[in-house]
């Protein structure tokens, strides 16, 4: 008990302290920096855009097309500029961290960027169009890189050639834990990667050993969690929620077929996969950032909102039938 109300106390602090909204000094002094950077076009216009995007989101990054393409291709209309915004900070740690083939949702509806990088490649690309190296501006919130012409909206990725598996056994991943990797490495990543109060549940609800096949943590940003935690009752049931008992990188999940679920560790909870313009999505919410963090013990993958239980989830039953026993003996409320 002692151990939940420091828990419930820090997320508490943690959320007083953290705002909601990008702050509109952020955008303008971006836009500054891009026109001294020699993004002219891409800085006026971020201004114009301000108040009606980005201000909508607590955090994003840009990505700028230089002056060139402005004059080649002439004012973007502003479907294509919302194709050129993530609502999500994204570092060169993080970048370096996707899988190719992973689908970063844009603030165009139904619309993504698809990482083309590959494990040979020095630089960084989406849509096979190339980052320019470091963030032209960086605050923590809102980031800005360049490249060196719009991406295309109709872009195709054929990087991948998996057919889809309806089987989401731990046994078919055939992946065992190493007890030796600590859960705080997984902390230490999500902590500075926009997930702190996950972080907080993380460290405080696992202890000692889990099973062979190790979990996966669906982890909401932060600003969602503060939207959608609003009671003290919530607390463990929003964890077990976002937990599955058993390793599921991120080349993993994209193999299963739509309509696949996955038993969490909250009795009668399900996690159904399916996907929308290349997106996967978990009981309607989009994945953000695809293995935000692994190793032998825990995968880390970063979801767009809270999984909410819906109301008839009383009367919800886990389909075991996917699961061996020894998956089974995963969903004891009592590990957490």
């Known amino acids: 008990m002692a151990s939940f109300l420091f828990l419930v106390s820090s997320l508490f602090i943690f959320f007083f302290s953290f705002t909601g909204a990008l702050p509109s000094e952020a955008i303008y002094d971006a836009a500054d920096i891009l026109t001294d950077a020699g993004y002219v076009s891409m800085s006026l216009t971020l201004e114009i855009i301000a108040e009606s995007i980005l201000e909508q989101s607590p955090s994003a990054t840009v990505f ?7 004059k080649k291709s002439g004012q973007p209309s502003l479907d294509l500029l919302r194709f050129h915004l993530v609502m999500l900070p994204l570092p060169l740690s993080s970048f370096r961290r996707l899988p190719a083939g992973a689908k970063l949702p844009t603030m165009l509806p139904g619309q993504s960027l698809t990482v083309t990088t590959s494990t040979s490649d020095h630089d960084i690309s989406l849509n096979n169009i190339k980052i ?63 997930y702190s109060a996950m972080a907080s549940f993380l460290g405080m ?40 008992p058993c390793k599921f990188l991120w080349n993993d999940l994209v193999d299963f077929v739509d309509g696949t679920e996955l038993p969490t560790f909250l009795e009668g909870f399900t996690i159904n996969i399916t996907r929308s313009g290349g997106v996967l999505i978990f009981n309607g919410v989009p994945v953000y950032f695809p293995d935000v963090f692994f190793n032998g013990r825990v995968v880390v993958h970063g979801v767009s909102d809270v999984l909410t239980v819906p109301e008839d989830a009383t009367s919800a039953v886990v389909d075991a039938d996917s699961f061996s026993d020894e998956d089974q003996n995963l969903f004891d409320p009592g590990e957490f």
Not at 64 to 70: E, L, Q, Y
Not at 154 to 177: D, E, H, K, L, M
Not at 228 to 241: A, I, N, Q
């Open 205 to 244: 609800q696992l202890s000692g050993d889990i099973s062979q096949n190790g979990i996966t943590v669906f982890a909401p940003a932060d600003e969602n969690v503060i939207n959608r935690l609003g009671v003290l009752e919530d607390y463990p049931s929003f964890f077990r929620r976002h937990v599955v």
């Open 132 to 194: 320019t190296g470091l963030p032209i501006y960086d605050d923590g919130v809102l980031l800005v890189y360049g490249i060196d012409r719009f991406f295309d909206p109709s872009f195709q990725y054929t990087g991948s050639n998996q057919r889809p598996n309806s089987n989401p056994s731990c046994a078919a991943i055939n992946r065992t834990v190493n007890s030796s990797e600590s859960f705080d490495q997984a902390i230490q990543t999500l902590k500075t990667s926009g």
């Open 64 to 70: 700028a097309p230089s002056d060139s393409a402005f």
